[in-house]
């Protein structure tokens, strides 16, 4: 069974550039997560959907982040414009509704803002 | 809102010795699932244990069990024959039992295992 996909693995931009991060979850789970972790701390849930539908962007700074999962299975993480506090590595994680609770991670995004 | 506290930010054990971290949370539910996740310095997380919360017995995993105390909202994790392969940050999680499903995690303990 193919894992959590993210990509890119890697980025380096300037303040005030935009980027995106992609994600495509285990195939069939219908909840994704993308959670921000900055060094030295545990991971922070950005937003939570549910097949395509948002379930919690609570801490979303939605001023400069959005997501989308379209067709409800892969998700886009975009930041636009970038702040130096931006910097972290972008999780992906993916779980099927209801389930006992496991969650799936993908390796991760690290993001650079210089 | 549901907090999970992870008081010990680093910790080390010998190879082959037994490790404990801990781990407290707070919550006004009854019912809801701990986890404890392990992140290698490649970064992927993975489940290293689970506990449901109406399950009084302790979950084991091999080399690794846990001493969930629900009263006390207390869930610390026993790592027995540490190996050099344990060293990693490990994660104490919440998540709810029904509701939004989030996983709410502590600041992390790393972990290192001296040869």
């Known amino acids: 069974e193919a894992g959590v996909a993210q990509s890119p693995r890697y980025k380096i931009i300037e303040k005030r550039q935009s980027v995106a991060f992609w994600c495509n979850p285990i195939s069939g789970h219908a909840t994704l997560y993308w959670y921000q972790q900055i060094l030295g701390q545990g991971p922070k849930l950005l937003i939570q959907f549910q097949n395509n539908g948002v379930v919690d962007d609570s801490q979303l700074p939605k001023d400069r982040f959005s997501a989308e999962r379209l067709k409800g299975v892969d998700s886009t993480l975009k930041i636009q414009p970038a702040k130096l506090e931006d910097s972290a590595v972008y999780l992906c994680?993916?779980?099927?509704?209801?389930?006992?609770?496991?969650?799936?991670f993908g390796e991760g995004s690290r993001l650079t803002v210089l | 809102a549901q907090t999970v506290t992870q008081s010990q930010p680093e910790m080390s054990v010998q190879e082959a010795e037994t490790v404990t971290l801990s781990c407290t949370y707070d919550?006004?539910?009854?019912?809801?699932?701990l986890f404890w996740y392990k992140q290698p310095p490649s970064r992927q997380m993975i489940l290293v244990i689970r506990?449901?919360?109406?399950?009084?017995q302790n979950a084991t995993e091999n080399r690794f069990s846990v001493n969930f105390q629900k009263a006390a909202k207390s869930f610390s994790l026993k790592i027995s024959d540490s190996q050099l392969g344990d060293a990693a940050m490990y994660f104490c999680?919440?998540?709810?039992?029904?509701?939004?499903?989030?996983?709410?995690f502590g600041k992390g303990t790393k972990l290192t295992v001296n040869p």
């Open positions: 999680a919440y998540r709810s039992r029904g509701g939004s499903e989030k996983l709410v």
């Open positions: 994680a993916s779980s099927l509704s209801g389930s006992a609770g496991e969650l799936f």
């Open positions: 919550t006004s539910e009854s019912d809801y699932y």
């Open positions: 506990q449901e919360a109406y399950k009084q």
